[in-house]
DNA sequence: TATTGTTATACTCTATAACTATA
DNA sequence: TATAGTTATAGAGTATAACAATA
């Protein structure tokens, strides 16, 4: 299982550097492609304290690919959205995630590879991660 | 498969905390149980560059938990092995990331357990990582 | 010449602590 | 007072390039 992780973990680092970002860059996108979100809740699904996510969303910010809007209701909140390149970027590397993911899982026969992700499914829960 | 990864990284980094050690170096400690491997070696397991080990090495041979020993054949060559310290920790942080990896299979049956054991073995391939 | 490993340098990522502005 | 976010600082992790020693 440890071993599968990494190759998961492989396939998505290779994505992400194929758009020259770092995965934490990649998976900062991936979590606005529902919307824009708020600083602590990012830090929230990241796992990260808020002065990382300061810097992550500076650098990430810096290259164009995200915008910081204030809070209307809140005027110490910020909202981080994507922007038009930095959907593009999003998707991309989700769609080649998914791609890389399917030519590893494509060995194995269809009603296996159903098994194997209602088990997964059964191991991750309902919450959210 | 990504939530996947993500939940196992976690417990897998969750293991290393409890042992104060980054997820990098308790990979590197994992990859030495089985007996001492070259720098060269080592970059390659872990697809590192050779300046990278150098500095993870460096760091944990600070720590007392592996030593650098030179290599008889050849005298450009160095062998990166566990000290007795470095070896409990390593065998603990394995245990550890083992029962909860279990834990979080615990809830399925044991049929189903065995079923996704052989279908990870499948996408993961006979070559090792 | 090629290979093994280190050093120098620069950047990313992360956390802790102190801070500002707003609630 | 409490919360949202930033700044300052320090350390880990990583890569590229230049280097030393050995093959």
């Known amino acids: 299982m440890v ?10 680092d290779d994505a992400s550097r194929h758009h020259d970002l770092t995965p934490q ?5 991936c979590r606005l492609v529902d919307g824009p979100v708020g600083m602590t809740e990012l830090g929230r699904m990241l796992h990260l304290e808020k002065s990382s996510v300061t810097g992550l969303v500076d650098r990430v910010e810096l290259r164009g690919l995200i915008t910081r809007a204030r809070s209307t209701e809140d005027r110490r909140a910020w909202y981080v959205a ?6 593009r970027v999003a998707v991309d590397t989700h769609h080649e ?21 209602s088990l997964i499914a059964g191991i991750i829960g309902p919450q959210p991660s």
């Open 3 to 12: 071993r599968l992780t990494h190759l998961v973990q492989r396939v998505f």
């Open 25 to 29: 860059q990649a998976q900062l996108l």
């Open 82 to 87: 994507l922007t038009e390149q930095g959907e």
């Open 97 to 117: 995630v998914i791609a890389q993911l399917e030519k590893l899982v494509g060995d194995i026969s269809t009603s296996d590879r159903e098994r194997l992700i």
